[in-house]
């Protein structure tokens, strides 16, 4: 069966410090990766997804930047964090052509 | 891109009632459309989805209506429980396409 793991589970990170949060899936070759974001209370943007190692499609980038490194590995990143960064980052998989989202347990960041 | 309205944004049902949720959608070309539920301090996970080939689909409790000529989707929860208290989103995309467009969500409480 798969699985999506991501990594930390929560954050508390000071403004102007890097950021990096990691997703990771087994059991499933070449999925699609994404990477939404969700403020308190609000809906789900997307970020970036990826459908292939090393290629990676930004949707909205808010300062942040993405990276597939390994079929299996999608990180999301930043050099400087911003205040408007704190929220719930989910990274999501599917399958090509299936368009089923399935969401991993979300990393909580807060930015102070 | 794609624009998902969703309404209404709260909702408050008794118990053993049933409960609506509708949205709507502006690009003909879209056709999948999932609903996610979200429990506080959880990440979304999708409870019934429904595709442009189908008009109704029904999961137990939950039922899906697709107008394709309206562009409107609804949700519709029969014999609410305490249980279904929940954030729900819906969100529309087209098989081969990355972009998953939400709605801003319908928080729903269920009175005992």
């Known amino acids: 069966a798969q699985t999506i793991h991501q990594w930390p589970v929560a954050e508390i990170k000071a403004v102007g410090s890097p950021l990096s949060l990691g997703c990771t899936i087994k059991g499933k070759s070449s999925p699609n990766l994404y990477w939404y974001w969700q403020a308190t209370g609000g809906t789900l943007q997307q970020l970036f997804y990826?459908?292939?190692?090393?290629?990676v499609e930004s949707v909205v980038q808010l300062n942040l930047s993405a990276s597939r490194p390994k079929d299996d590995q999608f990180i999301l990143s930043t050099e400087k964090l911003l205040l408007s960064h704190s929220g719930f980052y989910l990274c999501?998989?599917?399958?090509?052509?299936?368009?089923?989202?399935?969401f991993g347990a979300g990393t909580r960041l807060s930015v102070l | 891109g794609e624009q998902v309205e969703q309404l209404p944004s709260i909702l408050r049902v008794q118990e053993g009632s049933s409960a609506s949720i509708n949205c709507s959608y502006e690009?003909?070309?879209?056709?999948?459309f999932p609903w996610y539920k979200q429990e506080p301090g959880e990440n979304p996970k999708l409870i019934i989805d429904i595709r442009s080939n189908m008009e109704r689909k029904q999961i137990q409790e939950l039922i899906v209506l697709l107008d394709k000529k309206a562009k409107r989707f609804s949700l519709h929860i029969t014999d609410t429980q305490p249980g279904d208290s929940a954030m729900y989103f819906c969100a529309a995309s087209y098989t081969g396409y990355q972009n998953f467009y939400f709605g801003k969500g319908t928080s729903l409480t269920v009175i005992p």
């Open positions: 990826s459908i292939t190692v090393g290629q």
């Open positions: 999501a998989w599917s399958l090509g052509g299936q368009n089923t989202l399935y």
């Open positions: 690009d003909s070309a879209s056709n999948y």
